[in-house]
Structure formats: structure tokens, C-alpha cells
């Protein structure tokens, strides 16, 4: 059961990583190095052979942008940025997110409260907790071209 389980976990970490490649590019421009780092950070391990056929998927969509950099260090960077479309896109993505996460805890709180897990491993998720900070109906962004900033 143990390997079901770990199977389920990697494909729902594999269908959020578009949405959070782009949320993560939607506040500063990055390299893979670096969006690899921070979603580790975030308890996400993504691998570069993962990453790397993704970002070339998003750029052909026409979702990202990439420029060469030179580096301090090494040789040139490939820093990637989010497009317009990509920002529509994501908002679009952002409201699905909502949606779901509102029927899900529907479904395993009985209420549309928002509701945040802070589940323990023996009492499972009847252990929420109230969020008192929850989230907000936009995601504040800072386009690193121009230091605006736009919410989606």
C-alpha cells in the first residue's frame, strides 16, 4: 500500500508543478538551479530532468521567456521569465486552485470554512486548525523588468 501511496503523492506533486514554476516566476526571474532550490525550500524536490522538458514546453507555449546571463561563477545562466500569457495563464490556474481546495475541504471538513491542515499522522484530517491569515483572491507579483507590480 505503502508504494500506492507514494505514487499517488508524486502525481499530485507533478500536476502542481506548472502552477508553482509559475508562481515562483511571477515574482523574480530564474534560473532552473534556482527554481529547483526554492521548491525544495518548499518541500517540493523536483529533479532537472523533470524541470527542464517542462520549461521548454512552457517557453513553446508561449508562457515563458528565457535570456542568457553571464555568471560570476560558471559558465552563462538561462534565466527564465513569465510572458503575459503566462500571467493569464497562471491566474487561471490560481482560480482552479481555489476551486479545488474549496471542494476538497468540503469534502473532508463537511463546511466551506477555510480551513488549513496541520494534520497529524495519528488523528488524520480531522486535526484543522482555522487559518487566521488566510490567503488572499490575488497574488501581489513584481514584474523584475519594470519593478510594477500586478496582482493576478
Not at 517557453?59 to 553571464?70: A, F, M, P, S, T
Amino acid at each position: 500500500m505503502a508504494t500506492n501511496i507514494d505514487n499517488m503523492k508524486s502525481q499530485m506533486r507533478k500536476g502542481m508543478l506548472e502552477f508553482c514554476v509559475l508562481l515562483l516566476l511571477s515574482r523574480n526571474d530564474a534560473y532552473v538551479s534556482e527554481i529547483i532550490s526554492r521548491m525544495k525550500e518548499a518541500h517540493l524536490i523536483v529533479v532537472e530532468g523533470t524541470l527542464y522538458p517542462l520549461m521548454t514546453r512552457l517557453k513553446n507555449d508561449g508562457l515563458l521567456n528565457y535570456r542568457w546571463e553571464e555568471s560570476p561563477s560558471g559558465p552563462p545562466r538561462k534565466y527564465y521569465s513569465i510572458t503575459p500569457m503566462g500571467i493569464h495563464f497562471l491566474n487561471e490556474l490560481h482560480q482552479s486552485w481555489k476551486d479545488i481546495s474549496k471542494s476538497v475541504n468540503h469534502l473532508i471538513y463537511g463546511s466551506d470554512a477555510d480551513l488549513t491542515t496541520d494534520p497529524d499522522p495519528e488523528t488524520g484530517p480531522g486535526s484543522a486548525t482555522t487559518d487566521t491569515n488566510p490567503p488572499t483572491d490575488s497574488i501581489s507579483t513584481s514584474d523584475s523588468t519594470t519593478d510594477s507590480t500586478r496582482n493576478i
